[in-house]
């Protein structure tokens, strides 16, 4: 850019060097018989060129070969301390515009707006950056959305879009996209593979593998540190929304169980009074129930006779099947002459909220005792067999079976091998 000044007698010139060559330094030609005092006037001019050529830059392209665009204009100067400069904005039909773009699908979704997952695709400019307010069309299965580009300084060769909601996410998908600034707009279709939804749940927990990797008290120890730091967390986020409030899971109940057992004073942290749950487990008499499960035992046997769906309402336990689920048998070796144990008991061990829980404690042939408990956890939906038996050290050979009739419409046996 070239800026002159002129007043009543004299003229200077100051040049920028071409973009090539930086903005600074800048040189400057006085003519012939200046007066060296007013270098400093001169040097003020080129500033302000400089300063004015560098907002042309930013707000549209200038050739490499240095010419200027024409709304890009000489400036004129005036020595009067109080006269501004002018200054002109670029018109958007001047702005750079893709001459061409590529739309690549991605293998992954994102929260639309509307809290749906929609798939990505990004959007790759070529020939030119985009400058400006934009906006990008949608036009699938019938459906269009329009998304709002805003400006970015120094314009931007890519952007991103999301589709609308399960588009792409069973089956192809023909997707055309456009992009449109004011009267100029760039189309294409583009094929959108079909890619699967996940969800994924993030489960803190801890593994839990007795004596395996450390003796059973320092296991013990480490998970009822486990189980107290994640009450600690909890109620540090309890105010958090919804799927920020942070929980710990426990992977079996025996951290839980010797928690119990071994720190009394940290029962009132999980009392009736201070429970959050108003609709958790519940139990009366022989049957247990929380949001998912119903399971009733045989007072008779202690065996499980109902193990009930609520949302289909399916019995899944057989009771033509050794009397019901969790049937205890001792059989002597080499003879199928089965016996069941004897004197059953059922009692209460908890109530709920959180937990219900019910133990059948029996006699059998071969035991000193036996003993089965049943358990439901809240918004849990399975349920937790604990079976112990005090075996008798009998010379004979004989065996301990617990039996498990189910009755699964249509089902199938999988077998999972460890290590195959």
């Known amino acids: 850019m070239i800026c002159r000044s002129s007043n009543s007698t004299k003229t200077s010139e100051s040049v920028m060097l071409p973009r090539s060559e930086g903005l600074v330094p800048m040189w400057r030609r006085l003519p012939p018989g200046k007066n060296p005092n007013n270098q400093f006037h001169d040097m003020k001019i080129a500033f302000c060129a400089a300063a004015l050529w560098v907002c042309a830059v930013n707000s549209q392209a200038i050739p490499a070969d240095g010419e200027l665009p024409a709304s890009v204009?000489?400036?004129?100067?005036?020595?009067?301390?109080?006269?501004?400069?002018?200054?002109?904005?670029v018109a958007v039909a001047d702005l750079p515009f893709p001459g061409e773009m590529e739309c690549v699908p991605q293998p992954f979704y994102r929260h639309r707006a509307d809290g749906m997952p929609g798939r990505e695709i990004i959007l790759n400019f070529k020939t030119e950056k985009l400058f400006g307010n934009a906006q990008v069309q949608v036009v699938v299965d019938g459906r269009a959305e329009t998304t709002?580009?805003?400006?970015?300084?120094?314009?931007?060769?890519?952007?991103?879009?999301?589709l609308p909601a399960e588009v792409g996410m069973k089956r192809e998908a023909q997707v055309g996209i456009t992009?449109?600034?004011?009267?100029?707009?760039?189309?294409?279709?583009?094929?959108?593979?079909p890619m699967r939804?996940?969800?994924?749940?993030?489960?803190?927990?801890?593994?839990?593998?007795?004596?395996?990797?450390?003796?059973?008290?320092?296991?013990?120890?480490?998970?009822?540190?486990?189980?107290?730091?994640?009450?600690?967390?909890?109620?540090?986020?309890?105010?958090y929304p919804l799927g920020s409030r942070y929980r710990w899971n426990p992977e079996i109940t025996w951290p839980l169980e010797r928690l119990w057992q071994t720190q009394p004073e940290q029962r009132p942290r999980v009392v009736k009074d201070k429970c959050m749950l108003t609709n958790g487990c519940k139990g009366g008499g022989t049957t247990l129930e929380n949001q998912h499960l119903r399971v009733s035992l045989d007072p008779a046997t202690g065996n499980i006779t109902q193990l009930v769906n609520l949302a289909s309402?399916?019995?899944?336990?057989?009771?033509?099947?050794?009397?019901g689920l969790n049937a205890f048998r001792w059989l002597p070796a080499n003879r199928d002459e089965p016996k069941a144990d004897t004197d059953v008991?059922?009692?209460?061990?908890?109530?709920?909220?959180?937990?219900?829980?019910?133990?059948?404690?029996?006699?059998?042939?071969?035991?000193?005792?036996v003993t089965r408990s049943v358990r439901l956890v809240a918004d849990q939906?399975?349920?937790?067999?604990t079976n112990v038996v005090d075996k008798l050290p009998l010379v004979a050979k004989d065996g301990i079976h617990f039996g498990f009739g189910f009755d699964v419409p249509q089902g199938r046996t999988r077998v999972d091998i460890p290590w195959a």
């Not at 204009?73 to 904005?89: F, G, I, K």
């Not at 992009?179 to 593979?193: I, Y």
Request: charged residues 25%.
């Open 179 to 193: 992009l449109r600034r004011d009267a100029r707009e760039l189309k294409m279709t583009v094929k959108v593979p």
């Open 148 to 162: 709002e580009l805003p400006p970015v300084p120094g314009g931007t060769a890519s952007c991103r879009v999301l």
């Open 197 to 239: 939804h996940w969800t994924v749940y993030i489960y803190p927990h801890s593994h839990v593998d007795i004596g395996y990797t450390a003796p059973q008290k320092i296991i013990e120890f480490i998970h009822k540190r486990n189980i107290d730091e994640g009450i600690k967390l909890a109620e540090a986020t309890k105010d």
């Open 73 to 89: 204009a000489t400036v004129a100067s005036s020595n009067e301390p109080s006269a501004a400069p002018p200054s002109r904005s």
């Open 313 to 323: 309402n399916q019995n899944f336990a057989d009771v033509k099947v050794n009397g």
């Open 345 to 369: 008991t059922i009692t209460t061990v908890e109530s709920g909220p959180v937990v219900v829980e019910l133990r059948v404690t029996s006699k059998a042939t071969g035991c000193r005792s």
């Open 381 to 385: 939906p399975w349920v937790e067999i």
